[in-house]
């Protein structure tokens, strides 16, 4: 397991009227997270995405057959 720093919120047990306020809470901080960060976490969002697309389309290995088996091994 790693020993790696990461955000945590440790809350008491609630009642559901008061988890709903929470979670309304939350809501309107991230909504307005978006509204200041928007243009830029949405750019992070797209070249993260087009890395992991690069990545897979480099898993594929074209062997020049169109009718070859799609579980060739190499």
Same mark, same amino acid.
């Given at each position: 397991?790693?020993?790696?720093?990461?955000?945590? /919120?440790?809350?008491?047990? &609630?009642?559901? @009227?008061?988890?709903? =306020?929470?979670?309304? *809470?939350?809501?309107?901080?991230?909504? %307005?997270?978006?509204?200041?960060?928007?243009?830029?976490?949405?750019?992070? /969002?797209?070249?993260?995405? &087009?890395?992991? @697309?690069?990545?897979? =389309?480099?898993?594929? *290995?074209?062997?020049?057959?169109?009718? %070859?088996?799609?579980?060739?091994?190499?």
């Amino acid at each position: 397991m790693s020993k790696r720093r990461h955000a945590q /919120l440790h809350l008491p047990p &609630l009642e559901p @009227e008061v988890a709903l =306020a929470v979670v309304n *809470v939350l809501e309107q901080a991230i909504q %307005a997270i978006w509204r200041a960060h928007g243009e830029g976490m949405a750019e992070i /969002l797209f070249r993260r995405q &087009l890395a992991q @697309e690069q990545r897979r =389309a480099q898993e594929f *290995v074209d062997v020049g057959d169109p009718i %070859a088996p799609d579980d060739t091994d190499f």
